[in-house]
């Protein structure tokens, strides 16, 4: 099976990068482990056969949303011959998390494609990297795991996670054109996100 889901994915981004990396647009991809897979078939309860985005592929482009429709849009026109979803995270976020991801079925297999501003993708990112110092649950709505820090500690991820919350917000009220006011919301946010990164990799968790 693995083998399948391999090739399945070489050809998906081999086809991704060819339509878009011309334009400067980030193409990333990857099959999840088996220790992902098997998380998330204890977290959903989803069938191995359920699970859509073992084969998963990402574009990282410039902050519009007009540039992301029109790759959403592309995507779907060389997926023609197959079936597809669209699931548009930007005005419903997913624990905060706001990106288009297109599920993509042919041939008995799911693969899944995440369209992102870099905007969204910094969000995300920085979310991962909390997510691995105060518990992966995070990133899915469990909570925080905050047993093992101290006192002071503890302030500044709950600190770090109100300002996730707040720059998910900020990111769903960006309209990305390129007028001075949106031009200044990106800065902002992206400011607060540094920040936020600054915090993660800097702070010395074990005091």
């Known amino acids: 099976m693995r083998g399948t889901w391999r090739i399945a994915f070489i050809e998906l981004q081999a086809t991704l990068r060819k339509s878009f990396e011309s334009r400067n647009y980030k193409v990333t991809g990857r099959l999840k482990n088996y220790r992902t897979i ?64 297109i599920e993509l079925r042919q041939d008995g297999l ?42 002071s500690a503890k302030l500044l991820i709950q600190r770090i996670s109100t300002g996730l919350d707040e720059s998910s917000q900020k990111i769903g009220m960006v309209g990305y054109n390129l007028s001075l006011p949106a031009s200044i919301k990106v800065a902002e946010v992206e400011q607060q996100l540094f920040k936020i990164n600054s915090l993660i990799s800097e702070t010395d968790w074990s005091l």
Not at 49 to 68: A, F, Y
Not at 127 to 132: R, Y
């Open 38 to 101: 098997r998380e998330k078939l204890i977290r959903s309860n989803l069938r191995l056969s359920k699970i859509r985005d073992i084969i998963g592929c990402r574009i990282v482009i410039p902050n519009s949303l007009e540039i992301q429709d029109s790759v959403v849009d592309e995507i779907l026109a060389l997926h023609s011959n197959g079936k597809f979803r669209v699931i548009d995270r930007r005005v419903l976020p997913n624990h905060g998390y706001r990106a288009v991801h």
């Open 110 to 151: 799911i693969s899944e494609v995440q369209v992102r501003t870099q905007l969204q993708d910094l969000w995300a990112t920085t979310s991962e990297a909390f997510g691995e110092l105060a518990g992966r649950g995070f990133r899915y709505g469990q909570g925080l795991q905050l047993e093992q820090f101290s006192a």
